[in-house]
């Protein structure tokens, strides 16, 4: 019976990691946030269609996950043994990486909608903190979540509608690629649900003539008092 020896999979991680191209992808990966084969072809300096063949490997040796969101393909690294395994070569090489530096102006950057859901740095925290408070778990696919008892207790407090949310004829809840951030904030009926009661209840307010939102100051305090951020 022919077996692969488990030094032949640690063989073929390395030989993905090692190209060079392959290498400025992972790299350009380990701040967590995602990016889209045309970004990471750039990072990479190779072609369009180069940086596809390089990502198709990456994935297939479980370095990297794809989320498709419209018409675009997010890369993120698959997990936090793969950033770690990257970290520890970086010790070895030497040397600083440089950091994530978003465009986005600074009022977008904040908070904004997402169609009808929250967005930004306040809505990424927001998805952070719901996950980190078991009020959601991640379904079988790993994109989209299901809320869990405690969720719906939680969120029923708040004010959340969990049989309305359910009864929509859309997905619960998902991971939606957030694109200043470039991680995820929360969408899917309860996210919509989460933007209409902070609307409601004044924690912040829609700019007049754009997408950014403003927190107020009992939104502040409230954000904090609930979710901890």
Not at 63 to 76: E, I, P, W
Not at 167 to 188: I, M, N
Request: include cysteine; charged fraction near 20%; glycine fraction near 10%.
């Amino acid at each position: 019976m022919n077996v692969a020896h488990p030094d032949d999979a640690v063989s073929a991680i390395a030989a993905a990691i090692g190209e060079p191209a392959r290498a400025r992808m992972l790299y350009c990966l380990v701040d967590g946030r995602a990016r889209t084969s045309t970004e990471l072809a750039v990072v990479a300096e190779v072609s369009p269609s180069t940086a596809s063949v390089h990502l198709q490997r990456l994935t297939a040796r479980g370095l990297v996950t794809v989320l498709a969101q419209g018409k675009h393909r997010y890369y993120s690294l698959d997990g936090a043994p793969v950033a770690a395994a990257l970290e520890a070569l970086s010790v070895l090489a030497g040397g600083p990486r440089a950091a994530f530096e978003p465009s986005t102006p600074h009022r977008l950057r904040t908070a904004r909608t997402c169609y009808d859901h929250m967005a930004g740095a306040l809505g990424v925290a927001l998805h952070d903190r719901l996950i980190a408070m078991k009020w959601l778990k991640p379904d079988p696919s790993g994109h989209d979540y299901d809320v869990t008892p405690a969720g719906a207790t939680g969120l029923g407090g708040l004010g959340v509608d969990m049989s309305a949310a359910r009864a929509q004829r859309r997905r619960l809840a998902f991971a939606c690629v957030d694109w200043s951030e470039r991680r995820p904030h929360l969408g899917g009926a309860i996210g919509a649900a989460l933007l209409g009661l902070a609307l409601k209840r004044r924690w912040v307010e829609r700019e007049l003539n754009g997408r950014a939102l403003a927190m107020t100051g009992a939104g502040r305090r409230e954000m904090k008092k609930h979710f901890g951020v």
